[in-house]
């Protein structure tokens, strides 16, 4: 059989009641079965906007939007079945303890589900189990959103925003937790701006800017493509530390300046994802007149 795509998107276009241009302006990308993919790009680009889609939460689209190689449109209640969605709010019943609360979210699904001790383990909570939700941090909130949406197995994992005001253990934990579950052949969709993760988890990202996808390609591939890796310089200059970049490129000045005996350090930096993101995120959308 062929193995059809996780998510496919065609010509999608997006426009809010009253706005004066697109949210989302005609954009394509397809993302196989077991990537992660990620979507990139300066805030109102129409990240989220993309994600609501996707999870049958903005009704209002033109153009294809297929999950599993169904129309959102058709799929109605069952794509939840398949699809976990873990967005940036918290939801969670607050009264409830963490073990309860997964329980209530559990009997919402037909298919099987895995036991709340199981997912809270997998997510770091094992240890909060029988806590309200209430007196969770925001770290373990975020957790217990995670868990939620991991609850029933799902294909593809809809993530906004996963690490968003996570301490940066925090942040790696719930990266590790993303991580195992790509290991398991799920298919996780991530918006984020959290370049760690990106570097880490993905492996193709699509950036977009004012509603439209300017790059899409391996991290790595774009880096090489829009990063800018650079020798950095610290010397003394009459007598105080200053500081230069110079570009792998410029091997003169920067042999100059090794030449004085002034150097103090040298670092290399690497192109990074930063690198990429702000460059892409000045350019003209694809197809764009
Ligand atoms: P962020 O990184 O800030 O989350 P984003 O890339 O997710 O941004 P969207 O939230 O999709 O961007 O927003 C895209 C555009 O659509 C923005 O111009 C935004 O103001 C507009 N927009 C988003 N939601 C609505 C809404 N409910 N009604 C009207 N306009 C909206």
Not at 55 to 61: I, S, V
Request: aromatic share 6%.
């Amino acid at each position: 059989m062929m193995q059809e795509s996780a998510i496919r998107v065609e010509g999608l276009r997006v426009r809010y009641p009253g706005a004066a241009a697109d949210a989302v302006a005609g954009i394509a990308f397809t993302v196989a079965p077991g990537e992660v993919f990620g979507l990139l790009g300066p805030n109102g680009a129409g990240k989220s906007t993309t994600q609501r889609v996707l999870t049958g939460q903005h009704r209002r689209y033109a153009g294809t939007a297929e999950v599993l190689g169904t129309p959102v449109a058709r799929w109605g209640r069952n794509l939840y079945e398949r699809i976990g969605v873990g967005f940036e709010l918290p939801a969670y019943l607050p009264k409830l303890t963490a073990r309860e609360n997964l329980a209530a979210f559990a009997a919402l699904y037909h298919r099987p589900t895995d036991r709340p001790e199981q997912v809270l383990a997998a997510v770091g909570l094992a240890d909060a189990a029988d806590q309200r939700a209430a007196t969770f941090s925001k770290g373990m909130k975020m957790r217990l959103n995670l868990a939620r949406a991991l609850l029933h197995r799902p294909d593809v994992l809809f993530l906004d925003e996963p690490t968003s005001g996570l301490d940066p253990v925090n942040a790696a934990d719930v990266r590790a937790v993303i991580r195992a579950q790509a290991d398991t052949g799920r298919t996780v969709f991530l918006t984020t701006h959290d370049m760690a993760a990106v570097e880490e988890l993905c492996t193709r990202v699509a950036f977009m800017r004012a509603g439209g996808i300017v790059a899409v390609d391996t991290p790595r591939s774009l880096r090489l493509a829009y990063g800018r890796p650079s020798v950095m310089v610290d010397y003394t200059e009459a007598g105080e530390l200053r500081h230069a970049e110079f570009p792998t490129t410029d091997d003169r000045a920067l042999l100059a300046l090794l030449a004085t005996g002034r150097v103090q350090t040298v670092h290399t930096r690497e192109a990074a994802l930063a690198d990429v993101f702000i460059a892409v995120a000045g350019q003209a959308p694809v197809g764009s007149p």
